[in-house]
């Protein structure tokens, strides 16, 4: 693709959409009052779609962590476990609803 200047039918091409996008009021508000959310958003989280490869792996390296921190008591090992285990419940559960689905 070129860096220099478009050839006239496309810059009027480009203008007339310009022309319009300006034009739209509903668009010019919802840009305006677009602001990045801080917060997770839930409808992207309640469509988790993991993958029983994935809910396996999580199981897998939850037990061997909660494994390792009952011989070691290494707190490192322990706070792992208490982050990854909420994890692969969640993936559990929402594995299961897929399945459920009908």
């Not at 010019?28 to 990045?36: E, F, H, M």
């Not at 494994?67 to 559990?92: K, Q, R």
């Amino acid at each position: 693709m070129t860096t220099g200047r478009l050839p006239d039918h496309e810059q009027r091409i480009l203008d007339e959409i310009e022309r319009a996008l300006r034009r739209d009021r509903r668009l010019d508000r919802r840009l305006r009052t677009l602001r990045p959310s801080r917060r997770p958003d839930p409808n992207r989280l309640a469509a988790y779609r993991p993958r029983l490869r994935t809910v396996i792996a999580l199981l897998a390296v939850s037990i061997a962590l909660m494994v390792a921190g009952i011989i070691t008591s290494e707190p490192g090992v322990i706070w792992a476990f208490a982050g990854v285990w909420p994890l692969a419940l969640f993936a559990v559960f929402r594995l299961l609803c897929r399945w459920t689905e009908g």
